[in-house]
Nanobody, 130 residues
Framework: QLQLVESGGGLVQPGGSLRLSCAAS????????IGWFRQAPGKEREAVSC????????YYTDAVKGRFTISRDKANKTVYLQMNHLKPEDTAVYYC???????????????????????WGPGTQVTVSS
């Protein structure tokens, strides 16, 4: 059974860094994408970043460009989200999700749509506060 497990969340001061991990297991397909989403209290869940695991193409929402970096370890089916220069507005529960229906040239816009993803992790809390 496919599973996604996030880790690496916690409490950090503004300007600090965290690295989130998303470990996937229970499948053998090699062409898929992993997206990171976040949901802040009282707000809708939003897409943060996405990576095509097979070819390494990356995508980011404007709010995190230049601060967050998504990467992957294909062999271990793990995707990372390195978050630097964190701000209080980055506080949220962060979720990773796996999508198996993306084409290699699908746009970032399509990758922001939650229904395009097939499996979700339980989430990890990130709190940015002094």
């Amino acid at each position: 059974q496919l599973q996604l497990v996030e880790s690496g969340g916690g409490l950090v001061q503004p300007g600090g860094s965290l690295r989130l991990s998303c470990a996937a297991s229970g499948f053998t397909r090699t062409y898929y994408a992993i997206g990171w989403f976040r949901q802040a209290p009282g707000k809708e869940r939003e897409a943060v970043s996405c990576i095509s695991v097979s070819d390494g193409n990356t995508y980011y929402t404007d709010a995190v460009k230049g601060r967050f970096t998504i990467s992957r370890d294909k062999a271990n089916k793990t995707v990372y989200l390195q978050m630097n220069h964190l701000k209080p507005e980055d506080t949220a529960v962060y979720y990773c999700a796996a999508g198996f229906r993306f084409g290699y040239d699908d746009s970032w816009q399509r990758r922001t749509v939650e229904s395009q993803y097939d499996y979700w992790g339980p989430g990890t809390q990130v709190t940015v506060s002094s």
